[in-house]
């Protein structure tokens, strides 16, 4: 799919890493682009600095959802591209046993659960309720196709470590079920790839101290730094525009295989 400023674009987490990257990377190619994040004043001051706007929503909340879309698609019209960036991510591990009580804790549900609605349930919502929209445009091109969906994985589900239960298991859900939607909406003309992060300057790794962040930095093998999110984002242009691409998972993590701690 050519991106012209006849597509119209709509980018989750769009107010801060690896989403505002791809809104802005996607404004500059022209495309009408709408982000949406519940940072309003990071996203409102983005939005306004490319050209975009700006919608709250909880990917979460299907009324939340359905609602940021309706405006969005008041904006723009109805969206051909759809990046989902949205995620959290919690680092606790299955088992704790406490060094001066002996005493077992588990990991709790309500932490397992939130990252899970988040970053599986928050990126099907927005994907089903996108691609219902996208089935009902005009097919472009000479393949005929009507949209195409970008979710963001991780490395994690192929190679998740200690403490990443929650997240390894929310980000595996999202690469599986790439295939089987991409599958389903074959017939509709629309794609839906997973790229699947690696180590990433996002906000993610705001809070750790530096000697940790070279030591992250060094454990890639090539090249030994954090990926830079304008990287992710042109992989994802690159998607956009490559309609073979299609149902699959790509790894973007400069062949890193993370070690189990």
């Known amino acids: 799919m050519k991106l012209t400023s006849d597509i119209a674009a709509v980018v989750t987490g769009g107010a801060s890493g690896l989403g505002a990257a791809t809104a802005t990377a996607l404004a500059k190619s022209g495309v009408r682009v709408a982000m949406?994040?519940?940072?309003?004043?990071?996203?409102?001051?983005l939005a306004k600095q490319i050209g975009g706007r700006f919608f709250a929503c909880d990917v979460t909340s299907e009324a939340s959802v359905d609602q940021a879309l309706a405006a969005a698609r008041a904006a723009h019209g109805q969206e051909r591209v759809l990046v989902n960036c949205a995620g959290i991510v919690v680092g606790k591990r299955l088992l704790r046993k406490d060094r001066e009580t002996g005493a077992i804790t588990s990991h709790d549900l309500a932490s397992f659960t939130k990252v899970i609605q988040v970053n599986l349930i928050g990126t099907f919502l927005m994907t089903s309720k996108s691609t219902a929209g996208m089935a009902t445009l005009d097919p472009v091109g000479a393949d005929g196709e009507r949209g195409v969906v970008i979710a963001t994985s991780s490395v994690a589900a192929e190679d998740g470590q200690i403490g990443q239960v929650?997240?390894?298991a929310s980000k595996g859900g999202v690469m599986a079920m790439v295939l089987p939607i991409a599958r389903d909406l074959a017939k509709d003309?629309?794609?839906?790839?997973?790229?699947?992060?690696?180590?990433?300057?996002t906000p993610m790794f705001?809070?750790?101290?530096?000697?940790a962040r070279v030591a992250l930095a060094a454990s890639v093998p090539f090249p030994s730094r954090l990926g830079s999110p304008d990287e992710y984002a042109a992989l994802a242009l690159h998607i956009c525009e490559n309609v073979m691409l299609n149902g699959t998972a790509i790894r973007l993590d400069g062949a890193i295989r993370l070690a189990p701690r």
């Open 36 to 45: 949406l994040d519940l940072n309003v004043e990071k996203g409102e001051a």
């Open 189 to 201: 003309g629309i794609r839906m790839v997973s790229i699947l992060p690696g180590l990433f300057e």
């Open 206 to 211: 705001d809070a750790l101290p530096e000697e």
């Open 166 to 168: 929650a997240y390894a």
